[in-house]
């Protein structure tokens, strides 16, 4: 599956964004997507990630509360509302996609080529 993420700016802390994520090349609606991101100086770490149907969703500790994720299988498009953000959570966001929410998380999957997000204090 080929991955084109966009959506990401420069925001004020506090601010919010929205990643989208755009798939194409395989059937959308059975595979799970979810988002990574990484920023200078770090390994690339888990952010969110939702089955086929939204049943079940997943996110890190550190954006609890503040993100939520959605998918439109209609436009075989994955969505990061990111909220509050906080100058830690800039990074540049990836997204990802594969089989089972286990293989997303341990970033197995497919890869697009990321957006850079940056939040100003």
């Known amino acids: 599956v080929q991955l084109q993420a966009s959506g990401g700016g420069l925001v004020q802390a506090g601010g919010s964004l929205r990643l989208s994520c755009a798939a194409s090349?395989?059937?959308?609606?059975?595979?799970?997507m979810g988002w990574f991101r990484q920023a200078p100086g770090k390994e690339r770490e888990f952010v969110s990630a939702t089955s086929w149907n939204i049943d079940s969703t997943y996110f890190a500790d550190s954006v609890k509360g503040r993100f939520t994720i959605s998918r439109d299988n209609a436009k075989n498009t994955v969505y990061l509302q990111m909220n509050s953000l906080k100058p830690e959570d800039t990074a540049i966001y990836y997204c990802?996609?594969?089989?089972?929410?286990?293989?997303?998380?341990?970033?197995?999957?497919?890869w697009g080529q990321g957006t850079q997000v940056t939040v100003s204090s």
């Open positions: 990802t996609a594969d089989s089972t929410v286990a293989r997303v998380r341990m970033g197995f999957g497919s």
């Open positions: 090349g395989r059937a959308f609606s059975r595979i799970v």
